[in-house]
């Protein structure tokens, strides 16, 4: 298994990679999982903490990232509906978006590594860089380069500006 020391990484941070993020749960899930992007989506009311202020015109750049569906048990009286806000990037590399976010003040971190399906949809895989044991498949749907709708089998990992 890589290190985050490894140099030799497909994501463009030089973190651990995402293993595996086109697998057969992947596919499973994308098949079954069609965000729609409506102003009723609770990633569609503005939330972000606004230092993600760049990027505007693309999807590249600093957002404000949070996620909610599971309880982190580093965190003393975290449940599974609970946000768990933070900071997050993101680059594309060729067909593929990497998503790096943080949340618990920087404590924790996880990577969402993407394939890009037409200009607005985003099918891949998240690494809890602190627990590389979890990993789940996630859809996102880019709304605008101010909003991006993600999606796992638990909950949410949402990105906004």
């Given at each position: ?32 999982t ?34 909610k ?10 449940t ?9 990037e993101?680059?594309i ?14 404590k924790r ?29 996630w ?13 796992f ?9």
């Amino acid at each position: 298994m890589k290190s985050e020391n490894d140099l030799a990484t497909r994501n463009p941070f030089g973190v651990m990679d995402v293993p595996d993020p086109n697998d057969d749960d992947v596919m499973q899930f994308a098949r079954s999982t069609a965000p729609d992007g409506s102003a009723a989506d609770e990633n569609a009311k503005p939330w972000s903490t606004g230092a993600a202020s760049e990027g505007h015109g693309t999807i590249e750049g600093r957002w404000s990232s949070r996620w909610k569906g599971a309880a982190d048990t580093t965190i003393p009286g975290d449940t599974p509906d609970k946000w768990k806000q933070g900071h997050g990037e993101a680059k594309i590399v060729g067909d593929r978006v990497h998503l790096l976010f943080d949340w618990d003040s920087g404590k924790r971190r996880g990577l969402i590594d993407a394939r890009r399906e037409g200009p607005r949809r985003l099918v891949g895989k998240y690494i809890n860089l602190n627990n590389p044991e979890i990993t789940v498949p996630w859809v996102g749907l880019v709304v605008s380069d101010e909003r991006i709708d993600g999606y796992f089998a638990q909950g949410r990992v949402d990105f906004r500006r």
